[in-house]
């Protein structure tokens, strides 16, 4: 089978460190361009990986592609998605899919009258563990939900190319960049919430420290807390009236799971039923990018997908509350 024509567009860290070294390993894909606005930062990538199709403008090569995987700051992936789309191109976009919920809409609207592909790049939808506690809680081997408690960070060490984190016209910040995936994460594990509270210490920058809470039916409350300058346990914890699930925030993290009737706690660290590594997590998501291509169906991440972690990041920052640290007084 002839290989589907891609273009990489952005060659930041993402693209240096995962989509050119895991493409080229690609059953599905031959990469045919490579878009960025640094020239120099093109060729480089470019003869490393003998891509002769370099250019700062996506324009120039809407006729010598199929498909596009967008890794750009996320304030532009909707006006260039939709330029994309419109030109028959199928769009793989990055996390957050756009700034607002609004531009979600945007986006969809376009695959849909343009009869493309649009999908979204939330990759622990791929992760075994966290299919696994998907099938638990759905399962109700816990009983009912009766609160969960999310923490989640790492003081900043990743090695970046731009500066699009740090900026909040770009769209930067700890929500767009490590809070999407937890949202996204959240969402699909238990559904739509009832109301959030949201406190951030962004003070008209952008935030490194958060903490949401999301009240669901019945009082159940889901807490996650959330930073970029502190070292946190970095576990999910679900509570139920039955019992506990814990699992981590990493691929192979083990999932524990204590049922309280028994007295048992379960740990499952080997999943058969998943990659075995994170190379095969993208690897995986690129096939399910090109079957979606392919047979003309909707992706496992879609954009109404991809739109629901977009929405909570848009109501948390409208309800924005200061975050208090306990050590500063008012």
Not at 212 to 218: A, K
Not at 298 to 305: A, F, L
Not at 321 to 330: A, R, V
Request: proline share 4%.
């Amino acid at each position: 089978m002839e290989k589907i024509k891609i273009a990489i567009i952005g060659c930041g860290a993402i693209t240096e460190k995962t989509h050119l070294p895991l493409l080229t390993k690609s059953e599905q894909f031959e990469i045919r361009a490579l878009v960025d606005i640094s020239k120099d930062r093109a060729l480089q990538l470019g003869e490393e990986y003998g891509i002769s199709i370099v250019t700062t403008d996506y324009n120039e090569i809407l006729d010598k592609i199929d498909a596009a995987i967008l890794a750009l700051p996320p304030h532009i992936n909707a006006s260039v998605s939709t330029q994309l789309m419109k030109a028959g191109i199928h769009v793989l976009v990055e996390k957050p899919m756009a700034m607002t919920a609004r531009e979600c809409d945007d986006m969809i609207q376009c695959a849909e009258e343009s009869k493309v592909s649009l999908m979204v790049g939330l990759i622990r939808r791929y992760y075994p563990n966290f299919i696994l506690v998907k099938r638990l809680l759905d399962s109700g081997v816990i009983g009912k939900l009766v609160g969960a408690h999310i923490q989640e960070g790492n003081i900043y060490k990743w090695k970046i190319k731009t500066d699009y984190s740090f900026r909040k016209d770009t769209g930067g910040g700890l929500l767009p960049v490590i809070g999407v995936h937890v949202f996204d994460s959240i969402l699909w594990w238990l559904g739509g919430y009832e109301s959030v509270e949201y406190y951030d210490d962004a003070r008209g920058g952008v935030e490194a420290d958060c903490a949401v809470f999301l009240r669901y039916e019945e009082n159940t409350n889901v807490e996650i807390e959330l930073s970029r300058l502190r070292d946190l346990p970095n576990t999910y914890i679900f509570k139920g009236e039955a019992g506990r699930i814990e699992v981590g925030f990493r691929f192979n993290s083990p999932v524990r799971i204590n049922l309280y009737e028994s007295n048992n706690e379960y740990i499952v660290d080997h999943f058969t039923n998943g990659p075995a590594d994170a190379d095969n997590l993208f690897l995986s998501q690129y096939k399910d990018f090109a079957q979606s291509i392919i047979h003309g169906t909707q992706p496992y991440i879609n954009g109404e997908e991809g739109k629901r972690s977009v929405a909570l990041i848009e109501e948390c920052y409208n309800r924005r509350q200061p975050y208090i640290y306990p050590w500063l007084s008012e």
